[in-house]
């Protein structure tokens, strides 16, 4: 039973460019959560999602950010037109049921140069 | 929103000794999460604990509920348990908060 599976584990993008961020929860987890790390900082909410579903958002930055979890395949955060001040580490959670259980993976390193 | 505090936010101590770090939160919840992170790695959740107290080998973490603190303890400490500690109370729809985290250095 494969943990959180989160794939690139590192990215480096140029400014400007779209960055991709997967994120494959543990088998049964319907629920799903990513958090940014900036450099120095704690780890800060960003969206939740269900199967199909954005349930919160408001840790998103409103524009370039977009999040999804389709019901086939994995969770995506997306980041479009990426800006030095992206560069942080990406963390996404998955849980069972709200607010029980979480299981985090290991994080994609984004650097955008 | 809850408030999360976590004390001390630098620990360097001498192999062999005892440590502890504690939270304070300020809003009522349902579970509390003691995560660790090795610098540049990933997050290993140790415990989620929602009353009482556990222990997984030299690691043991307690929660007062009423008193909204938690304690998370290192017996016999290492240099390889030299990493960030965060605590992270969850509370129902608001998911988790994360304290900014107990930077431990053990020193051989």
């Known amino acids: 039973n494969a943990g959180v599976m989160q794939n690139p584990r590192h990215l480096v993008r140029r400014r400007g460019q779209e960055a991709r961020l997967r994120c494959s929860p543990m088998?049964?987890?319907?629920?799903v959560y990513w958090y940014r790390q900036l450099p120095e900082e704690g780890l800060k909410f960003m969206v939740y999602?269900?199967?199909?579903?954005?349930?919160?958002e408001s840790g998103m930055p409103k524009e370039r950010f977009s999040a999804e979890f389709p019901k086939e395949g994995p969770s995506i955060l997306r980041i479009q037109q990426v800006v030095r001040g992206d560069s942080a580490a990406y963390f996404c959670?998955?849980?069972?049921?709200?607010?029980?259980?979480?299981?985090f993976g290991s994080g994609t390193r984004l650097t955008v140069v | 929103k809850n408030e999360v505090e976590q004390s001390p936010q630098n620990l360097t101590a001498q192999e062999g000794e005892f440590i502890t770090i504690n939270c304070s939160y300020s809003?009522?919840?349902?579970?509390l999460h003691w995560l660790q992170q090795h610098p540049g790695g990933g997050i290993v959740s140790l415990f989620m604990?929602?009353?009482g107290k556990k222990k997984h080998g030299r690691l043991i973490a307690t929660i007062n509920i009423q008193e909204k603190h938690s304690s998370l303890h290192i017996t016999a400490s290492h240099p390889r348990d030299s990493a960030v500690y965060i605590c992270?109370?969850?509370?129902?729809?608001?998911?988790?908060?994360f304290g900014k985290g107990t930077h431990l250095i053990i020193q051989p």
């Open positions: 809003v009522g919840i349902s579970a």
């Open positions: 999602l269900q199967k199909e579903n954005i349930i919160d």
């Open positions: 088998k049964g987890h319907s629920h």
């Open positions: 604990l929602s009353s």
């Open positions: 992270a109370p969850a509370s129902g729809a608001d998911g988790l908060t």
């Open positions: 959670a998955s849980s069972p049921e709200i607010d029980y259980g979480y299981t």
